[in-house]
Structures are given as structure tokens and as C-alpha cells.
């Protein structure tokens, strides 16, 4: 069974009948993923996609038995849309929408501290449970069903490692993009809690970049418990010129380690294998699989 | 969004934030008549740049006349100023402020932000020094911070605590406390990443005045501030990356002459990497945006071809499923064809509607080489860059 998402996911949209939504919702659906409602308000009782619309997630959740949700709810209001799926207590949010205001961000990670609700995102790819279930607007095409669990803060970078995997015989359990964002939902620490415990995983790839704190949170998880499973990083941005990093305005910029040198020593010091290039990801993760069987 | 520090005051003293008298100055004339009608013999000439560092760099002077005033005014505006911060090119500086000097018993360090490893606002502070950059990428040791919820203290009393443990008490801490939510009111009600106070100064009759601000919004949340959107200066962002930006493009000029073309920000940093390990030298980073069409991916391409120190094209690409292979290609084709400048390419395409786009890239007749790995394509593109191919 792979993490987060399997063949048991009944998937509500919430923003389907909008271009995005639609689009991407017909991808899902033809992929295989059970989608059971969309919600957008004031078209509550209409069809769409052969789904049962709402106007709210607690109706749809109610009438469908909804466990899951993907949010293509523009910047403005995704914020509210993703307070409402937790309101709702829906296990799983995910969110799509990219430049949402980062206090509306801080807000719904207020409404998460004791809720039922898991988020994924925002500016996140999605799920994907290769040949099971998609909640998400990710390539799809060389993903197939194996024992990888992929988590990264990169759409684009996912693709390219799933497709290395994937040619390398090493198919994947579940890939996860937590999103590009500074504040957002689940990160790297809590998707290796998730590929630890999943028995089909034996193995993660950790997709990182410069900025921020996510890699020193994933090293200091598997510092407190353990490395239960070969974990393979990829880092990038050492050549990045300054202004590509996230917010840069300040002498608070100036934060020490955040810098690809820190991480990649931060998580090389626990035990993972540091891929030394982009295009070498699934071949250090074979190498790390050959190693383990020998 | 950066504003600058006349701007910051503007609208921090809507949060009853005290500031210096001041007065905003764009000719010498203008300095000195500000100078006098502030009346103080303690007066400072502040160059208004959107870049820190500017007191080390000569962009903060001080004078005790309205003619000191005038005189410095001539020396700062029209001029470029070059700080720790603002690159080897300097900001010109177009306006001055001139402010009262205020006499400080206590100088502090004050700032808020959003803290991802929190997920929360943060406020930070302590005692003012000469190093802050330094100290603050050090980690701040000795510094005090504060967690703060939407709706101000996460406990009641939080904020009476962080003013003890930065040795406050009486009414020294009961007015540090009302800045700080007054600050944290500002920060939410304007959507700001930042709001840095350095120095907060504290008078010997304790009243707390902010001597320099640094405000930055949010520029996700500008579709709510109107008003505040009006506040944008031209010379925040250089004028090419303003341009991209438009486009849905992320782009940043370098200094070396491969061109680079990216789809994805994680993509981008990779690429970089990679011409960097392969012992070339990026002319830009790109990162193409999700929601760019052909046409925009056209006019980043084209900033690129626009380039004359860019001697060779390396695009690298992985079509998703919200930006296919054939809608970079299309881009490709428009900005070849506008640009007229034959540039050798490197290609590596793959992803969603692969064999689509190679298929319209024969068509476009376009000068190509291409790669299967990124790899592969980094270094013939370094080659082709250094002669060698």
C-alpha cells in the first residue's frame, strides 16, 4: 500500500469547473483516481466531469464520503478554501494554487495545530501513487509502481528523478512534492515518518534545494529516530546567484545554513547518500539498493 | 515588494510607531528647506536606496545646518550609490531624507517576520551593534524572539516575557510591549515579510523612536493593497527581470555566456549547477513559470538572444502536465524568428508531448544539437561556449 493516497482515496476538487480545474481533473480521472465531487460555490447541483457538484466541502464530504481534497483555488481565496477542507476534517488537503499570500498560509497553519487534516502544498505538484491514484497536475507518463518514496520541493526536479528511477528499475511508492513555498504543509521530516512506516518503501529520495530549513528538519528527524530505510538527497543551487533565493530583502536575509554546503552536510552527518549531480539520482539510489543486498 | 524607508515610516507612523521628524527631499534647495524648518542642529542626510548597508557605504550623513544639509543633498543625489548590498553597480540615489538626529540612552535591534521553521510570525530583538549582518547570520546569539499568532500573543503575557528576557522592566518594558504589537498589527493589517527597525532608539526620557525602518509587502497579497501597490518603485527590480516577470518568468541576468532555458525553479538551480560542475558559466537563470504560454516563453528566449555576451543556447526541459514540451518549442520557434541572431542550441527536451515537440523542432529548421541527459547537454553547451565544439 503506498503512503497517503491508494485505491481506497475518494477525491473531492475543490475550484473543478474553473480551466485548471477542469483540465487537470480529466487528467486524474483518466489516470484512475476515484473522483467523487467537485465543490465550487454557487454551482452546487450541477454535474460536472460526471461528478455531483456542491457548494460547500462539508456538503460534498457528507453526500459522497469524500476523504481527500485537491484545492485549484486561485491565490485569493485559496487560503479559505483550504480552511474550509479543514473545517471540514478532511484527512487530506492538497493544494495546487501557486502565490498564495504567505500570512493566508500562516492563518490555515494556525487552523491545522490539532485538526484531523494533513496538507500537501501549496505550489505542490501533488501526490502520486504510481498507477493507483493521482491528486495532482504532475507528468505521469514514466512513473510506475515500485519501492521508491520520492518527497522534493520541486515539480520539474521530480519529474526528472521519477524518470531516472523509473530507468533504473526502480519504480516508486508514492512521490510527494511538499511545494515551493516558505510556510506550506507536510515537509521532508514527516514524509520520511510516512516512508518509514510504509512497508512497501525501501527506500527515499529527498529532492532539496537552497533556502530554507526543510533538509536540517529531515536530518534532525532521522537523527531522533533513526535512518530505518537508505535515503538518497539530491541538493541543488550551489551555483544559484544570490537573488534566486527565496525572499531577499534585509540583513535578515543573511541566514546562516541555509546554503547547499550546510544541508547537504546536515543530512550526510545522519547517514544519507548525497547524490553528486541531478542526472546521477537514480543511479546513486541503485547503488545505494546493490550495496544493502550485498 | 521593498519600499523605501521614507515609504516604511509613511506607514508604520499609521501604527503610532514614533520616527524622527523628517522631511523627504529631491533637490539641494529641497534638503536645506527641510532642514531648516526641522530646526534641529543635529541633522541626517539619509540617501533613500532600496539596499541595506548604506551608512558603511557613505549614504547617511550627518550635518548641523541647512547648508551641511544642501551640501550633502548635492553629493548623494543624481549619484550611484554602491553598499555591501546592492552589487558592484550601486542604486542611483534619486531622493533624500532629511531627519532630525534623535540622542539615544539605549539603541536596539527590532524585527518581524515570517519564520518558515515556525511557520509563524516571529519577532526578534536585541541590543543594537555595528555587525548586526554578522551577527544575525551568526544565529543571533544573545538575541531574543518571540512567537506570534494572527491575532497577536499566542499565551497572554508572551510579549511582557520577551521584554524581561531582554532585560526590560517598568515602563521601559510596557513601551517596548505596545511597540511590538503595534508592530505586529502593521505587519498583518499591510501583508509584510518584513518589518526591520535597526536601530530602535530609546530616549533617556524612554520614549521609543524608529531611526531606520526597512518595510517589505508581500507581493502575493498586493491584489488586496491597492494603495500600498501605488507605493512600487521603479528601481526595485532591475527593468529585464521586471520584464520576465510579466511573462511568467523568473530571470536572472549573469555574467557568463551560456544562455540558459529552464522550466521549473528546481530545474533552473539544477541546470545551474550542472554548467558549473561541467566548468561553464550561466548567462541567466531561468525558471519558465507553469502558467507561461508560448509567447512568453518567446520573450524570455528572446531577452536571452538579446544578450550579446550569451554565445550559446542550452535548454533543458521536462514537459509536466501543466506546461508540455511542444509549448516550449512553439517559444523557441517565435523568438528565433523575431531575433533574426542564429545562436547554436542544445537541446534536451523530454516529458509530456515529447515526440510532438521534436517533431515541430525539425520543422522550425532551427540550429540544434540534441542531448538525452542534462548532463550530456551542460557540457556540449560549455564546449560550444568555450570554442571547443
Redesign the interface.
Known sequence: MPALIDRETRLLCQGMTGW?GTY?TD?MIQYGTNVVAGVTPGKGGTTHLGAPVFNTVVEAKKATGANASIVFVP??NAGSAMLEAIEAELPLVVVVT??????????V??ALVGSRTRLIGPNS?GVLAPEICQI???????ARRGPIGVA?????????VV?QLTAAGLGQSTTIGIG?D??HGIGFAECLDLFFKDPETQGVVL?G??G??EEQ?AARYIRENGLRKPVVA?I??????P??RM?H????T???SDDADSKIKALQDVGVIIAP????VGATMSEAFARRAA | MQLHEFQAKDLLRRYRVDTPPGQIALTPDEAAAAARQIGSDSLFVKAQILAGGRGAAGGVRAVRSPSGARAAAAELLGHKLVTSQTGPAGHVVKRVLVEAGVAAAHEFYVALRVDPAVGAITALAGAHRPDIEQHLAAGAPGFQSVVLAIAGERRSGDIADFCRRLGLSGDAAAKFGELIARLHRAFVELDATLIEINPLIQTETGDLIAVDAKVSIDDNAMFRHAETAQLRNDEEVDLIQLQAQRHQINYVQMDGNIGIVVNGAGLGLATLDMVHAAGGTPANFMDIRTTAKSLDIAHGVGMILDNPRAKVLLVNVYGGGMQACDTVVDGLAIAFRKSGRVMPMVLRITGNNESFARMRLANFNLPKTECTDMWQAATRATAIAQGRA
Request: aromatic share 0%; hydrophobic share 40%; glycine share 10%.
Open positions: 485548471a487537470h487528467r491565490p485569493a501557486e502565490r498564495v499570500p504567505v500570512l493566508d498560509m500562516v492563518r497553519r494556525e505538484q495532482g497536475v504532475m507528468a505521469t507518463d514514466r522534493s520541493r520541486s515539480a520539474s526536479l521530480t519529474s526528472e524518470s515551493g516558505p510556510i529532492v534545494e537552497i530554507g530549513t528538519e539530491l541543488v543551487g550551489r551555483a544559484a546567484p537573488q534566486c525572499g530583502a534585509g540583513a535578515l543573511a541566514q546562516a549531480s541531478a542526472h546521477l
